[in-house]
């Protein structure tokens, strides 16, 4: 009864705020927290309606949805919120503004690939009028697949004779989108079909053939987009068709998540820490016996790797002494329950082609070989994943890193997780990596080892992702960077700069790790190294404050003036970077 009478005041308060606008809900006795939390509902809500991504109509109501957003913001009293409020409203803000950037991003990238779906607007149709619930016209319906099929096929023959005339070639990367794009709709096309295949006699009449006659066609489409205008035959798992998005729209990015930093100063900042880097590792060969040859230490480090089977037991027991060493040294609370509910699993083959070392979160998930893998995999997975190296990191990923960050959020503020950005999330996790080593964590060389080749690493994730987003480099050239520069095998190379483009993440989230970083170490110089908070205050406050741009935790934590037009303005770097 006691959770009924919850339930039901929940549901009586959601319906109330839902019905009023911003500035009514701002006036809640939860204020911002409230607001933020409908808003993202309302906006999961418009997602599950508006599935189709490139649709004209689904822009057009996001477009509003924003718009709208910003002016009920705009009509607020900025001023009378307090100061935890203030922070929570310039999340949403900047958030929205953000989205908004996304929308023309995406819209710029449709008008590219128009010439290339002549079946889309056929497809939007038919997911537009299933979400009206409307019934079909089964008869109409089939003929409008019908003529799609046809569309297809005279769009590819057109294609074909361009070619043979010698005609400018699309651009490989548009068409690579294009492959994308047609996939998620033959997607959008199978929900439409199976809403009502089987519930509507006539509708199984009339469109089970031509719905069979489109997908084939879209599949076929598909493969001819893949080989013949982005040029990846048919069973090739190892090109890599990036999509470089350019100097406007990464520097639109940046500002986006409060980096105020040009993608050239990033890149000058990068190298600098890269050079830190290269010192440290050269004082680590030497002790290794290995002199100034940095990359025979690098490869006797990968070569401390456990046998096949062992792995787990290995990276367990690197775990516990992450743990152990934050709670030794009193640098954040560990919960007695955090260190009981972590989880391992094993990650698939299929998943290490674009994460060749572990990960972590809930759960840790350890990448090593399987048996059907060749040979060469085989190596380079382990020597990836040796001990020295997974030393350097299973905590980031674990306990004090991703594993405690999402137990407090899940426990402090947690409709924060809108403002999720991996400048916060990556970036806190690599500065407790340099944290660790500040505390004398890495203790032998081969330690050091492994520690710095991830510095490195982090230092060469900006570096080539900069250059390759600024058309200065291709994908090869970055897989061959990480080679040459941190010493990586060619299959772990691949993948990670394969992950980087094939756009599982944005433009700026390799970057993030070391910039995140930065930021978090010029914040804790501000507030540990003045004597404000020790070590375990800043890193509790972190996390109970939950993700954020760390511009706008600095201003909470360090309870700074706000306005309504904030904009970021800390050179967590100093002025200008440059390298020589």
């Known amino acids: 009864m006691k959770t009924l ?15 009023a606008g911003l500035a009514a809900r701002a006036e809640a006795p939860d204020k911002m927290p409230q607001v933020v939390q409908v808003f993202t509902m309302d906006q999961r809500s418009l997602e599950r309606t508006y599935v189709v991504e490139i649709s004209p109509e689904r822009r057009a109501r996001f477009e509003k949805f924003y718009a709208d957003t910003l002016t009920e913001l705009d009509a607020m009293n ?20 953000g989205q908004q950037h996304q929308l023309a991003l995406e819209q710029a990238h449709v008008e590219q690939m128009t010439t290339l779906l002549p079946f889309a607007a056929t497809i939007e149709d038919l997911m537009a009028k299933k979400r009206r619930m409307e019934r079909p016209d089964a008869e109409q319906d089939a003929a409008a697949l019908n003529e799609m099929v046809k569309a ?35 997607g959008n096309l199978r929900e439409w079909y199976e809403q009502y295949n089987g519930y509507d006699p006539e509708f199984t009449w009339w469109v089970d053939m031509p719905y069979a006659a489109a997908q084939k066609a879209l599949k076929d489409y598909t493969g001819f987009l893949k080989e013949k205008l982005v040029g990846i035959a048919a069973n090739d798992k190892t090109t890599i068709i990036g999509d470089p998005v350019g100097r406007d729209a990464l520097m ?30 050269l004082i680590a060969s030497r002790e290794m016996g290995y002199g100034d040859d940095w990359h025979k230490a690098v490869e006797k480090v990968k070569e401390m790797h456990v046998p096949p089977g062992d792995q787990p037991d290995a990276i367990r027991k690197l775990v516990l002494e992450g743990s152990e060493f ?17 989880r391992m699993i094993m990650m698939t083959p299929e998943r290490q082609l674009v994460n060749p070392f572990f990960t972590g979160g809930n759960e840790i998930s350890v990448s090593y070989p399987t048996d059907t893998m060749t040979f060469d995999q085989r190596e380079m997975s382990m ?12 905590f980031h990923e674990m306990i004090p890193g991703h594993f405690l960050q999402f137990y407090m959020q899940a426990r402090y503020r947690p409709y924060r997780w809108l403002f999720d950005t991996p400048f916060w999330t990556e970036g806190n996790a690599f500065w407790w990596e ?47 960077y990480l080679m040459d520069n941190v010493g990586w095998d060619v299959d772990n190379a691949t993948a990670e700069v394969r992950r980087s483009f094939n756009g599982s993440v944005g433009p700026l989230y390799q970057c993030a790790y070391l910039m995140g970083a930065l930021q978090f170490r010029a914040l804790h110089k501000e507030l540990v190294g003045s004597g404000k908070m020790t070590e375990r205050q800043f890193s509790d406050a972190v996390l109970h404050e939950n993700s954020m741009p760390i511009e706008l935790l600095r201003a909470d934590l360090e309870n700074l003036t706000l306005t309504p037009d904030f904009k970021t303005s800390w050179k967590f770097y100093g002025e200008h970077p440059t390298h020589p």
């Open 434 to 480: 340099m944290l660790y080593w500040d505390k004398g964590w890495d203790s032998t060389p081969a330690e050091r080892v492994g520690a710095l080749v991830w510095r490195m690493h982090r230092s060469a994730r900006v570096l080539f992702t900069m250059n390759f987003h600024l058309g200065r480099w291709t994908a090869q050239q970055c897989v061959k």
């Open 326 to 342: 934050a709670k030794k040294n009193d640098l954040v609370t560990v919960p007695p329950l955090a260190d009981e509910t972590w």
């Open 383 to 394: 020597r990836g994943n040796s001990i020295p190296l997974s030393h350097a990191t299973a």
């Open 5 to 19: 009478r919850w339930c039901v005041c929940v549901f009586l308060t959601i319906g109330v705020v839902c019905g």
């Open 252 to 281: 639109k990015e940046l500002a986006d998540n409060m980096i105020p930093y040009t993608p050239e100063e990033l890149i000058a900042i990068a190298q600098t820490e890269y050079d830190w880097c290269l010192k440290q590792m």
């Open 78 to 97: 900025f001023n009378a919120l307090s100061h935890e409020d203030q922070i929570d409203y310039l999340l949403l803000k900047h958030y929205v503004t």
């Open 152 to 186: 297809i096929a005279a769009r590819q023959a057109e294609l074909e004779a361009d070619a043979r005339a010698g005609k400018p070639k699309i651009d490989p990367i548009v068409a690579n989108r294009a492959v994308e794009t047609t996939e998620a709709l033959s």
